[in-house]
């Protein structure tokens, strides 16, 4: 039978280029060259004997066949994949996603603190960008990943709360000189916003009843708390931050909170895993270890408005 089949390199090459919808980001994915990718989908169409892309000016679309073929292919890779990480060695590299701003502000150092702890459990750590936290553990080379979210995960997960996340403005050190922050200098202020749809300044100013003294438009916008935080350290205005990750630096004098009330956005930072991976024991010592990391830290002293 498996002289019927195409190479299974051609067709692994399709299934990334049409989730990408690009030959040159499918080839990045891979490894290889852009024209090996047209290779490979250009092996696949003469066994076929059909089409599988169209191009229509820049934009990459799928043939009516190739929208018949690629569920099955999706399918066949994920049970392969599956089917290989039940066998896979099970060595002390754990291997983690995380947010950016969490990897610099919270992660790093206790990752750092728990393989001199553990000693022979090693933590890979892949920091990245997330508008929207997410892993997929099927595709993505992860045994677990901290995300920020509402708790609904798959049912094949295992989830650890870690903390929940506080907004609070912060601000540079000198923000505390003169008088005490109220709404009009709160009003008044150049606000930074760590995400471009301005929504964790939206949510503190709504929770906190000032929606319609304080307005949101303006100021600059960025992409990720971290970028945020920074510009507000270096005096650039007041930003919205995370309480338990701004912890140290408020405590080390490197930022302040002028406004110290801290709301829950309803979103919480979980440890997640697959249950049917190997190395579960070892999930739950770091999962045990990061929660202990969470429970000894000093927060500084605010309002919590949940």
């Known amino acids: 039978m498996s002289r019927h089949l195409p190479p299974l390199?051609?067709?692994?090459?399709?299934?990334?280029?049409?989730?990408?919808?690009?030959?040159?980001?499918?080839?990045?994915?891979?490894?290889i060259t852009q024209s090996a990718v047209s290779r490979h989908i250009r092996t696949l169409e003469e066994h076929f004997g059909c089409r599988l892309f169209l191009r229509s000016g820049?934009?990459?679309?799928?043939?009516?066949?190739?929208?018949?073929?690629?569920?099955?292919?999706?399918?066949?890779?994920?049970?392969?994949?599956?089917?290989?990480?039940?066998?896979?060695?099970?060595?002390?590299?754990?291997?983690?996603?995380?947010?950016?701003?969490?990897?610099?502000?919270?992660?790093?150092?206790?990752?750092?603190?728990?393989?001199?702890?553990?000693?022979?459990?090693?933590?890979?750590?892949?920091?990245a960008w997330m508008d929207v936290d997410n892993v997929d553990f099927?595709?993505?080379?992860?045994?677990?990943?901290?995300?920020?979210?509402?708790?609904?995960?798959?049912?094949d997960?295992?989830?650890?709360?870690?903390?929940?996340?506080?907004?609070?403005?912060?601000?540079?050190s000198n923000l505390l000189d003169g008088p005490a922050w109220d709404v009009e200098r709160l009003a008044s202020a150049e606000l930074l916003h760590p995400t471009p749809d301005r929504r964790d300044w939206r949510s503190w100013?709504?929770?906190?009843?000032?929606?319609?003294?304080?307005?949101?438009?303006?100021?600059?916008?960025?992409?990720?708390l971290e970028l945020g935080m920074i510009a507000a350290a270096r005096g650039y205005g007041v930003s919205m931050g995370d309480l338990l990750m701004v912890a140290e630096d408020v405590a080390q004098g490197r930022l302040s909170l002028p406004w110290p009330t801290a709301v829950a956005s309803g979103l919480n930072y979980y440890l997640v895993?697959?249950?049917?991976?190997?190395?579960?024991?070892?999930?739950?010592?770091?999962?045990?270890?990061?929660?202990?990391?969470?429970?000894?830290?000093?927060?500084?002293?605010?309002?919590m408005l949940r």
């Open 157 to 172: 997960w295992e989830a650890t709360l870690l903390f929940p996340e506080w907004l609070i403005p912060v601000g540079a």
């Open 205 to 224: 100013l709504e929770r906190m009843g000032l929606s319609e003294q304080v307005s949101i438009k303006g100021g600059q916008v960025f992409d990720t």
């Open 138 to 155: 099927n595709h993505e080379p992860f045994d677990c990943a901290v995300l920020l979210g509402d708790g609904s995960f798959p049912p």
């Open 58 to 127: 820049r934009h990459l679309q799928l043939s009516d066949a190739a929208r018949l073929l690629l569920p099955g292919i999706r399918d066949g890779f994920t049970a392969l994949e599956r089917a290989c990480n039940t066998l896979r060695h099970e060595d002390d590299i754990v291997r983690m996603k995380a947010p950016s701003t969490l990897t610099m502000r919270w992660l790093l150092a206790r990752l750092s603190r728990f393989r001199h702890l553990q000693a022979g459990n090693e933590v890979q750590l892949t920091s």
């Open 9 to 31: 390199y051609a067709l692994r090459a399709f299934e990334a280029a049409a989730r990408h919808a690009s030959f040159t980001r499918a080839g990045e994915e891979l490894s």
């Open 273 to 303: 895993w697959p249950k049917t991976r190997p190395g579960g024991e070892r999930m739950r010592r770091l999962s045990d270890f990061l929660q202990g990391e969470v429970a000894n830290m000093q927060l500084p002293a605010v309002e």
